[in-house]
Nanobody, 123 residues
Framework: QVQVVESGGGLVQAGGSLRLSCAGSGRYFSSFAWAWFRQAPGKEREFVAAISWDDRITNYADSVKGRSHISRDNAKNSVYLQMSSLKLEDTGVYYC????????????????WGQGTQVTVSS
């Protein structure tokens, strides 16, 4: 069992940046790929970024590519999402998840989910 807790959300002005953090408990943290998803009001949850279990492969949604960076620190059981040049459309609840890299990237399916952290981008 893996418990997931996100933090770092808040209100940010357009053009600004933020760093989301995800803390995962459990002895198998390092064996999972990890990903970030987001859900805007009235929309379905969508994939944002993923990182493989060995930190060698990352993948980003086109909407955030070039202005986002996902990283992990297995020693701290943590995953991070750094986002810059934030846009109004980045507003939503951001979820951290653990599971299979491709299943999360392609199907938005994960084995473990956090409760989410709200990110609001204002003009």
């Amino acid at each position: 069992q893996v418990q997931v807790v996100e933090s770092g959300g808040g209100l940010v002005q357009a053009g600004g940046s933020l760093r989301l953090s995800c803390a995962g408990s459990g002895r198998y943290f390092s064996s999972f790929a990890w990903a970030w998803f987001r859900q805007a009001p009235g929309k379905e949850r969508e994939f944002v970024a993923a990182i493989s279990w060995d930190d060698r492969i990352t993948n980003y949604a086109d909407s955030v590519k070039g202005r986002s960076h996902i990283s992990r620190d297995n020693a701290k059981n943590s995953v991070y999402l750094q986002m810059s040049s934030l846009k109004l459309e980045d507003t939503g609840v951001y979820y951290c998840a653990a599971g299979d890299f491709n299943r999360m990237r392609v199907d938005a399916r994960a084995e473990y989910w956090g409760q989410g952290t709200q990110v609001t981008v204002s003009s």
